[in-house]
């Protein structure tokens, strides 16, 4: 896998990411979900310079110009419920691509700390030769990715995937390596050692979802 950790260089990235990890200000969940938004944007920035651009000729009202436009045909998937809001920030550069919805959660065996991941609901366009693009804010275990690439089998083969995460574990990442294949690009804006038993990133953030849209039950 192809790592781009762009949290390593400093830039307004880290101001977005310190304000979503921060207890005080996560107690405003607009505030938490624009964040992911801006994050997304970011990312989806420094991911657009990997697609394949061609010149095209466009007019302007006063004459025309050479302007090079990438040709990719993307597919954004994300995992139904707390992607959503990097999905919107990847769908606001990204405007045009076509977009995949999963639902996937975390089953834990009698309340012991292993889970599996259950998907329950998929909603995806063929991704045969197109460029895949899945958003998982917290990339903590891999296992997740691993599952909806798994649950899309039937939709095709893409021609190149991209992961796109807010923050991820040092052993997700390392799991994701090993079961992706090895031109797919990691795009990241923070790396943390540690996973609780539950499968929690340390320190992370706390539970994206919740912080997004409310405790569930
Ligand atoms: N999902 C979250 O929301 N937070 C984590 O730390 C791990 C997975």
């Known amino acids: 896998m192809i790592i781009h950790n762009l949290g390593l260089t400093n830039s307004v990235l880290n101001q977005f990411i310190s304000e979503i990890r921060d207890v005080s200000i996560q107690k405003d969940p607009l505030r938490f979900r624009k964040n992911i938004e801006r994050i997304g944007e970011i990312l989806s920035y420094e991911l657009s310079k990997?697609?394949?651009?061609?010149?095209?000729?466009?007019?302007?009202?006063?004459?025309?110009?050479?302007?090079?436009?990438?040709?990719?045909e993307l597919v954004l998937c994300s995992i139904l419920r707390a992607g959503l809001p990097l999905h919107n920030g990847l769908l606001n550069y990204f405007d045009r691509a076509e977009n995949a919805f999963i639902s996937a959660y975390r089953h834990h065996h009698d309340n012991e700390d292993s889970f599996e991941v259950i998907v329950k609901y998929?909603?995806?366009?063929?991704?045969?030769?197109?460029?895949?693009?899945?958003?998982?804010?917290?990339?903590?275990?891999?296992?997740?990715?691993?599952?909806?690439?798994m649950a899309l089998k039937d939709h095709g083969?893409?021609?190149q995937i991209h992961i796109v995460s807010i923050i991820g574990s040092t052993e997700g990442i390392a799991y994701a390596s090993e079961v992706f294949p090895k031109n797919t690009h990691l795009w990241i804006a923070a790396v943390d050692d540690a996973l609780t038993s539950r499968g929690y990133i340390v320190p992370g953030l706390g539970d994206a979802g919740d912080l997004s849209y409310g405790i569930k039950l």
Do not use: C, Q, R
């Open 122 to 149: 998929l909603a995806s366009p063929s991704i045969e030769n197109k460029t895949f693009i899945m958003a998982d804010p917290m990339l903590a275990t891999g296992k997740t990715l691993e599952n909806t690439m």
């Open 50 to 72: 990997e697609l394949n651009y061609t010149p095209k000729n466009i007019k302007t009202p006063l004459g025309s110009k050479e302007v090079a436009t990438f040709d990719d």
């Open 157 to 159: 083969k893409p021609k």
